[in-house]
């Protein structure tokens, strides 16, 4: 007797049911969506094993396999979603940004219960921040039980290196609450504390939804006695238990795209290919790799929630079946649109081909005999030209999208599914398309993905290869993955690995490199299964009632209301007030400015908004506004962090770093420094004469000072470009001083030497380090910069490799000749031409380009990225392939964790074939091609869509005293000189001069 697998996918308008046997259809069933989800699932089912039966097919149904949207739906549409409590494993350290702080306010209000930061967590090294306290713990389990929470995340700094903690509090959680429900974030999330702590509470606040929409799913089955196991289809196109999707719903987000790809590589034998699945609104595509879909970027956004769980990465387009068809009649023939806006589920009732009033896309297919659909006759009288127009405008759409999707210049195999493929014939050659494929029952693609029994398992660590070799490293890693996969039901000797990365992590000690492998395997055909009611664990079967309690008449996807608003300049002061607006456009640019490097601000604006929204004030002045008045005479401390880009995002500050580090200068002074004298002690400390200078290596809180301390009046940037823009804005929300309006860099560079004041001969001593647990060290005096960045690189890896410094302070005149001036309104100019182009859907690219008179380079995809650590750095070369304009075209960039050469490795024109086009000081920026949005060389990656643009650097860094420092020889270019890519334009400050 024939083993039958069914699979059903859920789309938007309709929900398809199939049956498999082996890699046989055997038939199929295709129904409309219902708004319970679970009625059309039956029906579909219903439909499916009565034609099985009319048809005298028979066999055992050995599973179901359902592939769904109604959970990611929930969580859009802010429907049926349970409170969560919250709890933190951090000691010291993110306490700036609690949970939640990115989360939309309706959301947050929605399934915000509590949130507690407790002891515990880890650093990048797996060695404990703090050990968990266990009476702490109980003291937060009485609180949550208090407020009646049965729903709790527990989520621990680094915890993906170590779960441990989060296994501990798990532990006392359910000895001391009984039926309390769980998520741990190193079982959902990968690397990077908030997203994998968002995606988390996402997960558990849908568990008592999934528990009920399973058992529904069980039920149904049992009435339609299928006594056979039920799985649920995955994002990254494996399938999990009814059991394990009751633990881990959110890993069922986007299992849509997913099964149409699948289904695609399943009905077409093609394991590498693009795939277009074209529904009734929509076409999405994406990349098939190895027979699943290449996975997105490291951050997605679900329902305006940050996440970093495993997505496919897809393109989607506004074309589809029911898409609308508008036209004008020109001398020439006709100019035809085709898209956004669609009749969607309204085909039949609406469509000229169905007798209604409306041209569609569906219409055109009818009417050129590419779909036998409706009633040819309606569109038999739609002139030739027209249809000649519509149909190359759907080609050029289509090829468009190919483009957008290809991960080289070579033409690639594209796999055509969805009922909407009916718009597109095969036999005609697609720009891109080495072949175009649409293969038997390509309308029930995605059922047959559904259908589809395998299962994978994931493994994301940090290993210190100094300590390992790397391929014993990799094959330690590929075994914890191909064990998870065993572990989620994967026949053992059929587990393979399918993806394998490895990313060198930035001023990390031990050649610290993040490792991410995934692993497939077929399921086992012999795993028991129950049904019904017993199908629930305990843990899912709470607060079934509380479901859906809470409505909300207003849904929006944003954290912090932005609203586009004016500088806020006091006419008397000159001091610029910062909206939330205005620190969003400082966040986008300070990222463009940062080169690659500087670490993504993200987590810095998050901070700021935060600081805005509790009713804080953050002011800019100009430069040449000190000493204007008495609260303006004094001097500028210059803030930033220093570490690993990686570690700060997820071991996040604590927010009492820098402070901390304006504090011990103030103590030092306070405690008797004296420039120039070195020797014996200060503040009781003795003074160790070390390596290039004298330093305190551990500076203790000051009781008792006498001495008078500095006057700092405002504050100043080290670095503009990445997150150290955003610090000074933090601390100027936090002590009431201002920001001036300039940093020390004018964009990122990797090391403290090569801050600008330094360059033109301002020592940066007496400078101070701090971290989260307020551990402080002080360099007295250094020989060289250089100096002082070794000293303090040594000890921000003993601080965990994340801490703050305070370079010694500036005077007026040493700010208005020694800095960049107005560096932070050409971040805002930047990040406003960005964002008001993406709103205005004006190419975000371009606008950057002419605000700055900067140069394209070019827009393609990235095809190879070759990494190497050398000296802490993350080094290496990227290379870029033309697209659309630029095809036949590829540039090469040298990144030491920024951009610092751009070279041309292939282009039309022989003779500029191996030119360098750009160099470091000027600021190589690479950005998303769509967005606009800076990328930075931690996240470059195999396949992404990127603009590599160049922007001019201030004539400060262009002169033969800076170069020195900063051009290209001083990264090892011995025959590269720097060529300025054009003039500097100084745009006018936004906070007013006088």
């Known amino acids: 007797m024939a083993s039958y697998v069914i699979g059903v996918d859920v789309g938007g308008t309709n929900t398809d049911a199939i049956c498999l046997d082996g890699n046989t259809i055997v038939d199929y069933a295709k129904v409309p969506t219902t708004e319970d989800v679970t009625s059309g699932v039956k029906k579909a089912l219903k439909d499916l094993l009565g034609k099985l039966n009319h048809e005298g097919k028979t066999g055992t149904i050995c599973r179901v396999n359902i592939g769904t949207t109604h959970f990611v739906n929930a969580v859009i549409q802010r429907r049926h979603l349970t409170p969560v409590a919250v709890v933190r494993l951090c000691g010291t350290a993110t306490k700036s940004l609690k949970p939640f702080v990115d989360f939309p306010e309706d959301l947050k209000q929605a399934i915000c219960a509590s949130v507690h930061l407790i002891n515990g967590g880890y650093q990048f090294d797996g060695q404990a921040i703090t050990e968990v306290d266990k009476e702490e713990v109980l003291r937060c389990i009485e609180d949550i039980k208090k407020k009646q929470i049965r729903n709790v995340v527990i989520s621990g700094v680094f915890s993906p290196v170590n779960g441990e903690q989060e296994e501990l509090v798990a532990s006392v959680f359910r000895e001391n609450y009984e039926g309390i429900s769980l998520t741990m974030s190193h079982q959902v999330g990968q690397m990077g504390l908030l997203e994998r702590e968002n995606a988390s509470i996402l997960n558990e606040c849908l568990k008592p939804l999934c528990a009920r929409t399973i058992t529904a799913f069980t039920n149904a089955l049992q009435e339609l006695n299928l006594q056979c196991p039920l799985y649920l289809t995955q994002n990254d196109g494996t399938v999990v238990s009814a059991n394990q999707t009751l633990r881990f719903p959110v890993h069922t987000f986007s299992s849509g795209p997913t099964n149409s790809m699948r289904g695609a590589a399943h009905l077409s034998g093609v394991k590498d290919a693009i795939v277009i699945d074209i529904g009734g609104t929509s076409s999405d595509a994406g990349c098939l790799m190895a027979g699943f879909p290449k996975e997105a970027s490291a951050r997605v956004k679900v329902g305006g929630v940050t996440t970093n769980f495993r997505m496919p990465d897809v393109v989607s387009i506004g074309l589809g079946g029911g898409s609308k068809v508008k036209y004008t009649e020109t001398k020439e023939g006709f100019a035809v649109t085709v898209g956004p806006e669609s009749v969607a589920y309204q085909l039949q009732t609406q469509a000229k081909c169905f007798g209604g009033e409306i041209l569609t896309s569906s219409c055109i297919a009818v009417a050129t005999n590419l779909a036998a659909i409706g009633n040819q006759d309606c569109v038999k009288d739609l002139p030739d030209k027209l249809l000649t127009a519509a149909k190359t405008e759907i080609q050029r759409m289509l090829e468009d999208l190919i483009d957008l999707v290809k991960l080289s210049e070579e033409d690639v195999t594209v796999i055509l599914v969805g009922g909407g493929s009916i718009l597109v014939d095969e036999k005609n050659k697609l720009k891109g398309a080495s072949q175009v494929i649409k293969p038997p029952h390509f309308q029930v693609a995605n059922a047959v993905g559904a259908a589809l029994s395998q299962v994978g398992g994931m493994q994301d660590t940090v290993v210190a290869l100094a300590n390992i070799s790397r391929d014993e490293a990799l094959a330690d890693v590929k075994e914890q993955a191909k064990q998870n996969a065993i572990d989620h039901g994967a026949e053992p000797d059929t587990v393979e690995i399918t993806e394998v990365s490895e990313v060198a992590l930035a001023y990390l000690p031990g050649n610290a490199t993040r490792i991410k492998v995934k692993a497939v395997g077929n399921l086992k055909t012999d795993l028991k299964e129950t049904q019904g009611a017993a199908v629930t664990p305990e843990e899912s079967q709470v607060a079934f009632e509380q479901i859906g309690s809470k409505e909300l008449k207003e849904v929006s996807h944003q954290p912090f209301m932005l609203h586009e608003t004016e500088p806020d300049v006091d006419p008397n002061t000159g001091e610029w007030s910062l909206s939330m607006w205005d620190v969003e456009c400082i966040s986008v640019g300070a990222g463009l400015l940062g080169c690659g490097g500087g670490g993504n601000p993200y987590y810095g604006k998050l901070m700021a908004l935060q600081q805005l929204k509790d009713g804080k004030k953050i002011k800019v002045i100009a430069p040449e506004r000190l000493n204007s008045t008495p609260e303006l005479t004094g001097l500028v401390a210059t803030i930033g962090f220093m570490g690993a880009p990686g570690v700060l995002f997820e071991k996040i500050p604590s927010g009492r770093e820098t402070t901390c580090a304006m504090e011990c200068m103030q103590e030092l002074f306070a405690a008797g420094y004296k420039k120039g ?318």
């Open 677 to 994: 004298s070195y020797e014996g002690k200060i503040g009781g400390v003795d003074i160790t004469k070390g390596d290039g200078g004298y330093f305190i290596d551990d500076f203790p809180v000051q009781s008792e000072t006498t001495k008078e301390t500095p006057k700092i009046v405002a504050l100043m940037s080290a670095e503009i470009g990445g997150l150290n823009a955003m610090e000074p804005l933090v601390v100027a929300a936090r002590s009431g001083k201002p920001v001036v309006d300039c940093d020390g860099m004018g964009r990122a560079f990797p090391e403290l030497q090569m801050f600008v004041p330094s360059i033109y001969g301002d020592p940066l001593y007496p400078s101070t380090l701090a971290d989260d647990k307020e551990s402080r060290c002080v360099a007295l005096q250094t020989d060289t910069p250089k100096d002082l960045e070794n000293y303090f690189r040594i000890n921000t890896v003993k601080m965990g490799c994340s801490a703050a410094f305070h370079f010694g302070p500036l005077d007026r005149e040493q700010v208005l000749h020694h800095t960049i001036l107005y560096s932070i309104s050409r971040a805002w100019h930047l990040g406003r031409a960005v964002m008001k182009g993406q709103r205005s859907k004006i190419d975000p690219v371009e606008a950057i380009v002419k605000h700055e008179a900067g140069k394209l380079l070019l827009k393609g995809k990235i095809a190879d990225v070759a990494r190497q650590r050398t000296g802490g750095f993350d080094k290496g070369i990227l290379k870029v392939d033309g697209m659309g304009a630029f095809a036949g075209q590829q540039l090469s960039v040298d990144f030491q964790n920024e951009n610092l050469i751009a070279k041309v490795t292939k282009h039309t024109d022989a003779k500029l074939q191996g030119q360098v086009v750009a160099t470091v000081p000027d600021l190589i920026v690479i950005t998303d091609v769509d967005s606009g949005e800076p990328i930075t060389t931690e996240e470059v990656r195999f396949g992404l869509r990127v603009a590599v643009l160049v922007l001019a650097c201030s004539p400060l860094l262009k002169t033969d005293t800076a170069l020195k420092v900063i051009g290209p020889k001083a990264f090892g270019y011995e025959d590269i000189e720097f060529k300025p890519i054009g003039e500097y334009k100084l745009h006018e400050p936004i906070p007013t001069k006088k």
